[in-house]
Nanobody, 118 residues
Framework: QVQLVESGGGLVQAGGSLRLSCAAS????????MCWFRRAPGKEREFVAA????????YYADSVKGRFTISRDNAKNTVYLQMNSLKPEDTAVYYC???????????WGQGTQVTVSS
């Protein structure tokens, strides 16, 4: 029943910025922590960032700390990922999911592709 639709990906130059959105439905959005994962070419999905239900807590992977910011708008059932100072190694398909740092496997959507050129 949970549906997560990511958007906002695209091609960006190194050092540039991009803002991803994840529209959620089929759950009480404000009652759940949300998180972002990514899957780079040839690699497994890895954790990127998480945000608590009321946005009073956030957590980031060391690789993106200081560059990425996770936020949410509970009125719009949407979680965002602001990505700054992008690097080629950030190239991946980005996915959102429900939970602090424990994604629900059945919830994975199609993700949104981010490509960072050098």
């Amino acid at each position: 029943q949970v549906q997560l639709v990511e958007s906002g990906g695209g091609l960006v130059q190194a050092g540039g910025s991009l803002r991803l959105s994840c529209a959620a439905s089929g759950l009480t959005f404000s009652s759940n922590s949300m998180c972002w994962f990514r899957r780079a070419p040839g690699k497994e999905r890895e954790f990127v960032a998480a945000i608590s239900r009321n946005a009073d807590s956030t957590y980031y992977a060391d690789s993106v700390k200081g560059r990425f910011t996770i936020s949410r708008d509970n009125a719009k059932n949407t979680v965002y990922l602001q990505m700054n100072s992008l690097k080629p190694e950030d190239t991946a398909v980005y996915y959102c999911n429900v939970g602090w740092r424990q994604p629900v496997e059945r919830n994975w959507g199609q993700g949104t592709q981010v490509t960072v050129s050098s």
